[in-house]
């Protein structure tokens, strides 16, 4: 079976994101103030079941990073809810330690997203977490099982 990392240059690449190509716009809305115009999603070869599951769970990662994103680029947080929510401030409304640190990681694929993450998040971003029909849709998409439905938003192929 060959690895998701086989088609790429850089072999540095580990965590989730090594099945997202470009793998630096895993989870982004934007790379360098530029809006992404396409990512690639690269699925495993074979059938190795494991490798699947951990494909699939990086696919929903990304829409969970993507959906937190876009949560947190809203202007409804602040004393008027007028300010975005940048990502320090969002590490600090975690109470676990080395917050800062782990949800950069996790945000841009580099580490895995736990449950504890899951529920953190909705705690302290209400409304951030895509639908389950979202992320099934993602998933079909990211194989190759279905073109991108009429009203999908993302660059995602």
Request: aromatic share 6%; glycine share 6%.
């Amino acid at each position: 079976m060959t690895t998701p990392t086989a088609p790429r240059a850089n072999r540095n690449v580990s965590g989730p994101q090594k099945w997202c190509s470009p793998p630096e716009a895993f989870g982004q809305l934007e790379i360098r103030g530029e809006r992404i115009t396409e990512r690639t999603w690269l699925p495993p070869n074979g059938n190795d079941l494991v490798e699947v599951a951990k494909f699939r769970a990086a696919v929903m990662q990304h829409v969970i990073c993507l959906h937190v994103r876009k949560a947190k680029n809203e202007e409804q947080f602040g004393p008027n809810g007028e300010h975005r929510l940048t990502q320090e401030q969002l590490a600090a409304l975690d109470p676990r330690p080395d917050t800062q640190k782990r949800w950069n990681a996790r945000l841009c694929g580099r580490a895995n997203l736990t449950t504890a993450d899951m529920a953190t998040l909705m705690v302290i971003l209400p409304g951030a977490m895509p639908s389950e029909d979202e992320v099934r849709t993602f998933i079909e998409v990211a194989e190759k099982r279905i073109e991108p439905p009429e009203w999908w938003r993302w660059p995602d192929r």
